[in-house]
């Protein structure tokens, strides 16, 4: 995701690594080649903050390569994933493993993974504290209200000591998992994109990483963050998705190789995030194999 924060190279996510792989050869299929994105097709890339100026890079990049790019820009993450299963896109680039498990189960998608971005942790942000400690007992709180960031925003206030969850809270945890008689915090679900601009009205808030900035703030403001040393961190592993008939159409593939290749857009995106994101190539059957076992976990 855009506008992202600084993970260290977790123990649990260089685990995930194994062997590191490219993802593709440079051969663009040609005209009449079965999938998506033939040669002289225009290719439809959802991602959610396109305004970053990596993103051009990105594009012009891939155009070098004679491939016509259009970068679809989303307000929220709720929209990529449908719009690519529609087939009003060809490939997306928002998102993390744990997210695109809960759409697939959720919806009977089955939505594939092609390769990897990086890893992001998710930090707690306040205008009003300038610790977890000041905020006051029945603060408000607002985390994500989309399931997989809401149940690791709430992983991240349990383990500031502002929330108690039910058995230790998990990656599925939701607001009724909260006790609230052994919580510090009243939390409120909103938006993702809303939560930097609710933050007057609130002691803090989880801001998911494309949204940082909006707030006026970095990654050096949060109070709190989760920890990507957890070999739970492995299922944040963020990925370019396709649909299940385009795993292995080239020309998508090519699409994920220049992203992890080209040095002026790795260093945008390490730029963007203030020099804190940590870039992973993975190789996509682990990908693939990591986004199984997590459908299969699932409640």
């Known amino acids: ?22 993802c593709s050869n440079n051969t663009t299929p040609q005209a009449g080649e079965s999938g998506a994105a033939a040669a002289g097709e225009t290719i439809k890339l959802g991602v959610v903050g396109a305004s970053e100026p990596y993103w051009a890079t990105y594009e012009a990049a891939v155009e070098a390569e004679g491939i016509d790019l259009e970068i679809i820009d989303f307000g929220d993450y709720n929209q990529p994933n449908p719009a690519l299963s529609a087939g009003e896109l060809d490939i997306n680039q928002f998102q993390h493993i744990i997210y695109l498990a809960e759409h697939n ?4 998608d089955t939505l594939t993974v092609i390769g990897s971005t990086a890893i992001y942790p998710l930090g707690l942000y306040s205008t009003k504290h300038d610790s977890v400690e000041s905020i006051p007992e029945g603060g408000k709180v607002g985390v994500p209200n989309d399931t997989t ?3 690791r925003g709430l992983l991240v206030l349990q383990s500031a000591g502002l929330i108690k969850l039910k058995d230790g809270g998990s990656p599925y945890s939701t607001l009724d998992d909260i006790i609230a008689e052994e919580s510090k915090v009243e939390v409120q679900a909103f938006n993702a994109d809303l ?40 299922g944040y592993v963020n990925v370019f998705a396709v649909r299940e008939e385009d795993k292995t159409n080239e020309t998508l593939l090519k699409l994920v190789e220049i992203y992890q290749t080209n040095e002026d857009v790795q260093q ?5 995030s203030g020099g804190t994101a940590e870039m992973l190539v993975i190789a996509p059957e682990e990908l693939q194999a990591s986004l199984e076992k ?6």
């Open 149 to 151: 960031n809401q149940a």
């Open 195 to 234: 939560i930097p601009a609710s933050l007057p009205d609130l002691d803090a808030g989880i801001i998911n990483n494309d949204f940082v900035a909006d707030a006026g703030l970095t990654e050096d403001d949060a109070i709190a963050q989760d920890d990507p040393a957890d070999p739970a961190a492995q």
């Open 268 to 272: 945008g995106v390490i730029d963007a």
């Open 1 to 22: 995701m855009a506008r992202i924060t600084k993970v260290l190279a977790a123990a649990g996510a260089i685990a995930l690594l194994g062997s590191l792989a490219a």
């Open 105 to 108: 189960n959720a919806s009977g």
């Open 294 to 299: 997590i459908q299969s976990e699932q409640p």
